[in-house]
């Protein structure tokens, strides 16, 4: 169900789970991205007359208020980006959430504090969730689910509210499912990955279930060392998770026999410290110094994964090229944007997935539009292109209570 198949709003308290959380630095928040595609399905059902509540995560505090997880700021950027006041709530469910929902009048928005400043909210014990998500769900008349990075989580305001209210997909959910359908289902070929990031382990995964449907992987980031340590090359001081090598060996073995084509970097920029002002040179990927850290992919190896993007119809990208925030290591991951950028303007579908590297190729300056599509969720699109079952999709299936 759509939140048009939930009739007349006029008057309905709609409770809305939203994914805004968002990089802060101190109360700045440093990309507002995912309040911004947040922002359309708030908006539809306030004008169409709904009392909205609008509820949320920021970080991982544990199941108590802590002060530098608050969501204030984000309630003043959200009202911002819909260009209405949006009330504030300093509690999830409490007393001052209780009088602000009930004070609601139609089209207005209300924002609760921090949801995981409630043990429930992400509880292990069925019995604990529930009843949190029992408050939730007294406060409004139906749910709708819109936080599309969440829905990788079984957790009350993503799982059991639904089960307990009428509920409908908000449309970020529905449009980012969509997307990823696109690339699991068909896609148009070739389909080429490209997987960056800091661990291998965070990838095994995805990166098991590509080598059945990607025609290329194209591997960079922190994650690479890993690779190349498991063809047998010295990576000096770089990000080495050496008890991952095995695995990646079989990996490097299967797509081989599958005929899925892995390319690494030929080159690193490999740097004596992890320092924008350490001294740093281009070196063979294959002859890392043993006394330097790779921190960015070279020249050699951007001008190959371009050429091995240039001719795709369908791309995936999760995970910057490499340490992106020190000007020094940035142009891997530039190019990268770039290459993506350049197919996306003659038709290829384009995906960039994940919060972090959403926020990486923003501040290197491109926008939303130069991509075909970017994912609001990290962890949730890589489980998604797992193939794993996300429980928040799932509930939604099952249908109304
Ligand atoms: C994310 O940042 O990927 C989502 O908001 C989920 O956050 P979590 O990993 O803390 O559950």
Known sequence: KTTSDLGDLRGKRVLVRSDLNVPLDGSTITDDGRIRASAPTIKGLADAGARVIVCAHLGRPKGAPESKYSLA??????????????????????????????????????????????????????????????????????????????????????????????????????????????LTKDPERPYAVVLGGAKVSDKLGVIGNLLGTADRLLIGGGMVFTFLAAQGHEVGKSLLEADQIDTVKG???????????????????AADAFSADAAHEVVAADAIPADRMGLDIGP??????????????????????????????????????????????????????????????????????????????????????????????????????
């Not at 026999?257 to 970097?265: D, F, H, M, Q, Y």
């Not at 999760?318 to 925030?325: C, K, L, R, T």
């Open 300 to 401: 050699e190896s951007s001008a190959l994964f371009a050429d091995k993007l240039a001719d795709c119809r369908t791309v995936f990208w999760n995970g910057p090229m490499g340490a992106f925030e020190m000007e020094p290591y940035a142009a891997g991951t530039k190019a990268l944007a770039e290459a993506l950028v350049d197919i996306t303007s003659r038709g290829a579908l384009t995906v960039v997935g994940g919060g972090d590297s959403a926020a990486a190729v923003r501040q290197l300056g491109f926008a939303d539009s130069d991509f075909g599509h970017i994912s609001t969720g990290g962890g949730a699109s890589l489980e998604y292109l797992e193939g794993k079952e996300l429980p928040g999709l799932t509930v939604l299936e099952e249908g109304d209570a």
């Open 251 to 269: 990996y490097l073995d299967r797509a081989e026999k599958e005929g899925v084509e892995i390319v690494l970097p030929v080159d690193v920029v």
């Open 73 to 182: 700021p984000v309630a003043k950027r959200l009202a911002e980006v819909l260009s209405t006041e949006v009330v504030f709530a300093d509690d999830t469910v409490g007393d001052d959430a209780k009088a602000k929902a009930a004070a609601l009048e139609d089209g207005q928005v209300l924002l609760l504090e921090n949801l995981r400043f409630n043990a429930g909210e992400t509880a292990k014990s069925d019995e604990e969730r529930a009843g949190f998500a029992g408050e939730l769900a007294s406060l409004a008349d139906v749910f709708v689910s819109d936080g599309f990075g969440v829905v990788h989580r079984k957790q009350a305001s993503v799982y059991d509210v639904a089960r307990l209210l009428p509920h409908a997909t908000g449309d970020l959910v529905s449009t980012e499912v969509d997307v990823l359908r696109r």
